[in-house]
């Protein structure tokens, strides 16, 4: 890809979708525009060895979702991290309540991981290990849009599911 269109004219034409693409993927509010901001400067860097020329906006939306993904397996993990199991945060600083709805959830999300198909199952899983798209989909013989377009249904069976399981009605209102 040569300089043209430059840098600006790209974000004034894309900017606000991707914003949009960062905050669909689960991205809280309060982190959209830094890693959609992560995202610009990945695209950036990578332009002239990663685009092919064809469909910059498409490219780009694939940058900011896996930005997305990346941000939330961090968090997740820092989450994991500090509350592994039920002697976690929670129990020590003496919230049994707290311990007790994260044991709950933790035993919900396991149990709906198990109701998905085997397919889902092991992207569900690869994804929370950190693996890419690409190295999910050489390992499953699938592209890297099936893997994603896999993993976009495996995460909206596991939020209904695990909310049906907990009784949640606040996102009744997404429905």
């Keep these: 890809m040569n300089d043209s ?39 950036w860097a990578k332009r002239r060895t ?18 997305a993904m990346d941000w939330l397996r961090r968090k997740a993990n820092r989450h994991v991290a500090l509350s592994p199991t039920t002697d976690s945060a929670d129990t020590r600083s003496g919230d049994p309540m707290n311990a007790l709805l994260s044991q709950e959830s933790r035993a919900a999300f396991r149990d709906c991981l198990g109701s998905l ?30 893997v994603n377009r896999q993993m976009h249904v495996a995460k909206e069976q596991l939020r209904r599911c695990v909310h049906g399981k907990l009784g949640d009605d606040s996102q009744a209102g997404d429905r």
């Design 117 to 146: 198909s085997e397919m889902r199952q092991a992207v569900v899983r690869a994804r929370l290990a950190g693996e890419s798209s690409a190295v999910i989909g050489a390992e499953l013989g699938m592209t890297e849009e099936q």
């Design 50 to 67: 990663n685009f092919n020329g064809q469909n910059f906006q498409g490219w780009i939306c694939e940058i900011a979702r896996n930005q």
């Design 5 to 43: 269109p430059d840098f600006s004219a790209l974000y004034d034409a894309h900017a606000a979708m991707l914003l949009r693409v960062v905050a669909r993927a689960g991205v809280p509010t309060s982190a959209v525009e830094d890693v959609a901001a992560e995202a610009w400067l990945k695209a």
